[in-house]
């Protein structure tokens, strides 16, 4: 099994910064995107930043500039540094992980950890 654990989520002012963490772990060959998703209360869940194994990145618009997607050496960990943080940053950031193995592809999620940014 393939399982993603975030951690970092928290309360913080407008103008603040938070750190997302995510490891990932399993019997797998690689993991190849990673990322972050979030969803806010009564909104669809929604692409913030992910990133290939080889680096490439992808940014939601409104978080460009102030949100760094990364990856650890080890690439089964990928970090989100939120800066400027604005209240509408507000939600569940969820871990995404596609992965390889002997059986295929595949991908999971995390539980979410909660970011609250307070006007």
């Known amino acids: 099994q393939v399982h993603l654990v975030e951690s970092g989520g928290g309360l913080v002012q407008a103008g603040g910064s938070l750190r997302l963490s995510c490891a990932a772990s399993?019997?797998?060959?690689?993991?190849?995107?990673m990322g972050w998703y979030r969803q806010a209360p009564g909104k669809e869940r929604e692409l913030v930043a992910v990133?290939?194994?080889?680096?490439?990145?992808n940014y939601l618009d409104f978080v460009k500039g102030r949100f760094t997607i990364s990856r650890g050496n080890a690439k089964n960990t990928v970090f989100l540094q939120m800066n400027n943080l604005k209240p509408e940053d507000t939600a569940v950031y969820y871990c995404?992980?596609?992965?390889?193995?002997?059986?295929?592809?595949?991908?999971?999620w995390g539980q979410g950890t909660q970011v609250t940014v307070s006007s």
């Open positions: 399993g019997t797998v060959f690689s993991f190849n995107t």
């Open positions: 990133i290939s194994s080889g680096g490439v990145t």
């Open positions: 995404y992980g596609n992965w390889t193995s002997g059986r295929g592809t595949g991908d999971n």
